[in-house]
């Protein structure tokens, strides 16, 4: 027999079985109150993590003042009540009797030389009792524990025992089933698959630091084999197979999951999952292994006629093999098809076929697919691309037109397919230009910029001198390429090359798209006139081209001061264009309607375009919609909104190489950096914003450039160099039709730099503007907000203060009000100050809200930072409410995207305040978060 020792505090918490251990505390707290025995059974597989929650068990037991008796230990310690006992000693008396069941050399032992020490234990207090893998004990030993369990009814001792499922079996499995319906015998729920989120947190714990997403796919394999996933974590580390940097673990060779369009031939995943997953299959049967094999070639999910026709067996015949496959959670069954459950699984299970064998099973697989009746060749081209020769012309004619026929519903597909067809053709041959072609439209799409350049060079080296309809459709990718990359100038030396040709579309990429794109970002002037003549006669052109040119044209209206004509001509556009050409009029509605303060229109806008750029998976634009979102963010005040949805599409941008978002997202952040105060971050963003926007006054977004920097330079105090830049945007015309509700700030600048001359010329532009466009209040309230800066009318300010849509811009209102009647009406100036100070404190514009209180003080009220609590630098204090109620929901587990939406944020929102979060308290990981969390 063995008896109560010390249950060691595991540094690393038990995860995702809270249920089954407030059953056991449950259990627990019924036989202490009632001094009354009970029994707990728990029946799961091997792996699931029996043993941890066993344990878990005796520490919660420990705690509770019981003596915790493991029956599987040779040696009694010390039996003195759990709160005497030295945390972590035991002293050992001679030896006792071991419990029923096997001893070392598998003989069986009885159970009556327990029932002494266990009543004098019983004497001292309540007693657990706990026995791993309770199946391994022959059928007289459990007879003698269940006598044993009974005779000690009327004492508080609780006994925990796990079996094994499927085991026992005859007499054995008899006496555990008449124990298991002893009245105060009680069954845990089995431990079953841990959800993903649970997986994560295990990782974390086990890697000390948050899973990168390719590796928690290999680990979320394994959700149902707790210790597989232990050994899976201390493998990898052992293998060096990952690298931590900045508290995220990423695994070192490789991982990416393959293309879906072509099933075979994935990416590498680590030896040790590998290696786990070939234990795994190992242990099926025969036919078992082979079906899966078989059915791994057809690819992550495959039909039951698929497989059936492959193995040349009848759809009984795999009845028994799939059974096993889906209990052991190797597939899914789904309405029409089965799926590996996960990906890697397919990986790990690929990997086992022989490689000499899979071009042949992939001949096989295409061959069935081609023979059949009104068969797609879609999938008999994904097997065509890995078993093909150079010589096979009807296989590369099916890989070319099938990689064409995915381009627009599944660009990333086709670029799979059609790089891989690349390399079986032959090289400069029109198939191979083809698929060139389409390799290259598709990965535009994708957002692969840089392999798209790549491969519309080498077509362009591939045709003499870049001609012929090859050569001017690569020179066509190559100018939209450019223009995603920022190259504007590029781009329209390309477009003008080859409509110099007179081709107008090549190899389907229209050229006058791209040029009047192009033109929305270099302010060419000879291809707006291009645009009116096309609108001349919209019927002579494609749709897509028609749309691009309105967008032009709505361009030009803004910028002439026709708001209502330039709303009129985007909406033309959005109804002329295909699903992804009508993305750009809905980018240029949405930053229009940002500009005029309708901010809810401007959700609605970003949302469409949003699911637009979704469903046809045009990853090369979805770094725009967050810039919008940031740009109207800012405009509602939310900063830390703003900051969130810039930096994330930053990131897309960086991933994609896509360029023309950066000077919005730059100028966006500065912005917000200027208002919290951050002047050394907004220096660096307006060096980027130069940086991105070079000296060109044509270019849209130069005077955006001006205005920004600006402002920067002025309140970092280079006032001389905040009036040289405004007045560097050009004439006061274009100065304030760019942005007319920004009009207030930039006189403001002008008025505090002595030129009011130049300010009296804006001022009487923005009413020019307002004038020709009655529907837009905010026109009118800006250019009369204006007026009163110039005018030195503090009072008319304050009628309109308070009709701004921006929160900072009605602060900014009630500042100027209360700035210009400091000298006439002192107790409104200060009471209009103190609203503005109130503003400006509630979106976090800290730089503002010290400035006004600086000017407080100057009339004689010194107001204690309002509602702001001191806190320090850094450490748990040092966290805002918000900062502090996000870092106490990821402690407790929660992914960014379960906390956005306890908090009513968005995910991107949620980890801009956790970056701040580890600065502050200087962790890098949740895994550290969750430590410090108190």
């Known amino acids: 027999m063995t008896n109560t020792r010390p249950v060691s ?45 066993l344990r878990e068990a005796m520490a919660l037991a420990e705690r509770r003042g019981f003596a915790v008796v493991d029956g599987w230990e040779d040696r009694l310690p010390h039996s003195a009540p759990a709160e005497s006992r030295p945390p972590s000693t035991c002293r050992p008396i001679a030896r006792g009797p071991r419990p029923p069941g096997p001893d ?15 009543i004098t234990l019983l004497d001292r207090g309540p007693v657990l009792i706990a026995l791993d893998d309770l199946h391994w004990l022959d059928a007289s030993a459990l007879v003698e524990l269940a006598a044993l369990a009974i005779r000690l009814d009327e004492h508080p001792l609780v006994w925990f025992c796990t079996i094994r499922s499927g085991h026992p079996h005859g007499a054995a499995a008899a006496v555990l089933d008449a124990l298991g319906r002893h009245e105060r015998t009680e069954w845990l729920e089995p431990l079953g698959a841990l959800p993903a989120a649970t997986v994560a947190e295990i990782a974390a714990d086990l890697l000390d630091a948050t899973p990168h997403p390719d590796l928690l796919a290999l680990a979320e394999c394994l959700d149902t084999d707790v210790r597989a996933l232990v050994d899976l974590c201390h493998g990898l580390r052992q293998d060096k197979a990952i690298e931590i940097e900045g508290g995220v673990a990423r695994l070192t060779d490789g991982g990416h999951a393959p293309a879906a369009a072509v099933h075979a031939e994935p990416a590498p995943i680590p030896r040790r999952f590998q290696s786990l997953m070939d234990q795994r299959l190992g242990a099926l049967s025969e036919p078992t292994r082979r079906m899966l094999r078989v059915a791994a070639v057809l690819g992550s999910c495959f039909t039951p006629r698929d497989l059936s026709d492959m193995l040349a067996e009848p759809p009984a015949a795999l009845l028994q093999p799939l059974a096993e496959a889906l209990n ?11 799926t590996f459950r996960r990906d890697p699984i397919w990986r790990a299970v690929l990997a086992g076929v022989p490689p000499p064998m899979l071009s042949l099973l992939h001949r096989q697989a295409a061959t069935i697919l081609l023979a ?63 698929m060139a072609s389409t390799a290259m439209t598709a990965l535009v799409r994708c957002g692969s910029l840089d392999r798209a350049a790549e491969i519309a060079g080498q077509i362009v080296w591939q045709t003499p001198n870049g001609t012929g309809v090859s050569g001017q459709t690569a020179q066509a990718g190559l100018a939209t390429i450019n223009l995603l990359r920022g190259d504007l100038e590029e781009a329209l030396k390309l477009t003008s090359r080859v409509c110099s040709c007179g081709d107008l579309v090549c190899g389907g990429v229209c050229i006058q798209l791209v040029r009047l794109s192009a033109a929305l970002f270099t302010g060419d002037e000879a291809t707006g006139q291009a645009a009116e003549d096309i609108l001349a006669a919209p019927e002579n052109q494609c749709e897509d081209v028609a749309a691009a040119a309105f967008v032009v044209r709505a361009v030009s209206l803004w910028d002439g001061g026709r708001i209502d004509e330039a709303f009129h001509a985007v909406e033309q556009a959005a109804g002329r264009s295909n699903d992804v050409v009508r993305a750009y009029p809905l980018w240029q509605q949405a930053w229009m309607l940002m500009r005029l303060h309708r901010f809810d229109e401007a959700d609605t806008a970003i949302a469409t375009l949003t699911t637009l750029i979704e469903s046809s998976r045009t990853e090369v634009l979805a770094a725009i919609p967050p810039t919008l979102r940031a740009w109207v963010r800012l405009g509602r005040g939310d900063l830390a909104g703003a900051e969130a949805d810039a930096t994330d599409a930053l990131d897309r941008c960086h991933e994609t190489r896509m360029a023309l978002p950066l000077p919005a997202l730059h100028a966006v952040l500065a912005l917000t950096a200027l208002r919290r105060g951050d002047l050394g971050t907004a220096q660096e963003r307006v060096r980027a914003l130069e940086h991105t926007v070079p000296r060109n006054e044509k270019h849209p977004l130069w005077i955006m450039r001006c205005r920004v920097t600006a402002f920067v330079a002025a309140a970092s105090g280079e006032n001389e160099s905040a009036l040289r830049m405004l007045l560097e945007a050009g004439d006061v015309r274009t100065l304030v039709r760019s942005d007319p509700v920004g009009t207030p700030s930039s006189v403001r600048l002008l008025l505090a730099a002595g030129r009011e001359d130049v300010a009296g010329d804006v001022v009487r532009e923005i009413e020019s503007i ?9 026109l009118a309230r800006a250019a009369n907000h204006a007026r009163a800066l110039l005018n030195r009318d503090g009072s008319a300010i304050a009628a309109l203060a308070d009709d701004y849509a921006d929160p900072w811009v009605r602060a900014t209102a009630l500042e100027d009000c209360g700035v210009l009647l400091c000298e006439s009406d002192r107790e409104s100036a200060v009471a209009q100050l103190i609203r503005a100070s109130a503003a400006y404190q509630d979106i976090g514009a800290d730089r503002d809200t010290a400035r006004v209180r600086r000017r407080l003080r100057r009339l004689g009220v010194r107001r204690r930072h309002w509602n702001h609590a ?14 502090e109620k996000v870092a106490r929901l990821v402690a407790r587990g929660l992914t960014n995207r379960l906390v956005a ?32 969390a108190p």
């Open 901 to 932: 939406r306890e908090l009513f944020i968005s995910p991107h929102t949620v980890g801009f305040h956790l970056r701040q979060i580890y600065r502050k308290l200087d962790v890098n990981s949740r895994v550290d978060l969750a430590r410090l």
């Open 104 to 118: 070392r050399e598998g003989r069986s032992r009885p159970a009556g030389l327990w029932e002494n020490r266990l």
């Open 9 to 53: 505090n595991r540094s690393l918490p038990l995860r995702g079985r809270t249920a089954q251990v407030e059953r056991i505390a449950g259990a627990l707290s019924t036989a202490a109150g009632t001094r009354r025995g009970r029994i707990i059974l728990l029946e799961s597989p091997a792996g699931s993590g029996k043993t941890r929650l």
């Open 372 to 434: 059949r009746e009104g068969a797609s060749t879609e999938e008999a081209a994904a097997h065509l691309v890995h078993c093909a020769r150079p010589d096979d012309a009807e296989a590369i004619e099916t890989i070319t037109r099938t990689a064409h026929q995915l381009l627009e519903a599944a660009p990333d597909e086709a670029a799979t397919l059609a790089v891989r067809g690349m390399e079986i053709a032959e090289r400069g041959g029109p198939d191979h230009l083809a």
């Open 770 to 778: 307002g004038a020709a466009n009655p529907g837009h209040a905010v």
């Open 870 to 883: 001191p806190r320090p630098e850094s450490g748990w204090e040092s966290l805002t409410s918000t900062e």
């Open 328 to 338: 052991e959670g190797i597939l899914v069954s789904r309405s029409e098809d089965f």
